[in-house]
């Protein structure tokens, strides 16, 4: 054997040595059975800590929704009854007025005056008054009755007997109609 070729050996087990050494390091380094264990329940319960927080957090928010819902419908109706106020004013100043002779004049301006604020206040509200004028629509208006009529073409309506109403798109009450046969 040469000097290089004696080198050349003595080069490759000095490295081989090395890699001997450094996985007998990784050896100690890597983890035992119950190391990986530990690490692992350990993140299970982290993980079981964020849930149960994620949880609770929407059960909170669950509640609170819940509870804003139903304030909002027990007092849904709070401004429309403050708007009706001052309807229920004029109505009382019309009875106190009606002790006097002009009083029936006062009373019948009263109760027109009471009339243009319920008007305002159901407009206000998106409450209207459904058209009877013209023929009859079975979705807005209900017949009571039919009467013979010269002046009024079948299916036309003839008469008014109630007012009806609707508040944005839904019928409050339909309104009653005589139409003609």
Do not use: W
């Amino acid at each position: 054997m040469s000097k290089k070729e004696k080198k050349h050996k003595q080069q490759h087990e000095e490295v081989l040595q090395e890699e001997v050494a450094q996985e007998e390091v990784e050896v100690e380094e890597e983890s035992t059975p119950e190391d990986e264990i530990a690490k692992l329940n350990e993140q299970v319960a982290q993980l079981e800590d964020k849930y149960l927080r994620a949880n609770a957090e929407f059960e909170n928010l669950r509640k609170r929704m819940e509870k804003e819902k139903y304030q909002a419908i027990s007092y849904a109706h709070e401004q429309f009854a403050k708007d009706l106020l001052p309807v229920i004013d004029a109505l009382e100043i019309a009875m106190n007025s009606s002790d006097s002779d002009e009083g029936a004049g006062k009373i019948k301006e009263g109760i027109g005056l009471t009339i243009e604020q319920f008007k305002k206040c159901f407009e206000k509200h998106g409450i209207k008054a459904i058209r009877s004028d013209g023929e009859f629509d079975p979705n807005v208006h209900e017949a009571v009755m039919q009467v013979e009529s010269d002046e009024h073409k079948a299916g036309q309506i003839v008469q008014v007997f109630q007012k009806g109403y609707t508040i944005k798109e839904r019928i409050l009450r339909p309104t009653m109609v005589s139409i003609a046969k």
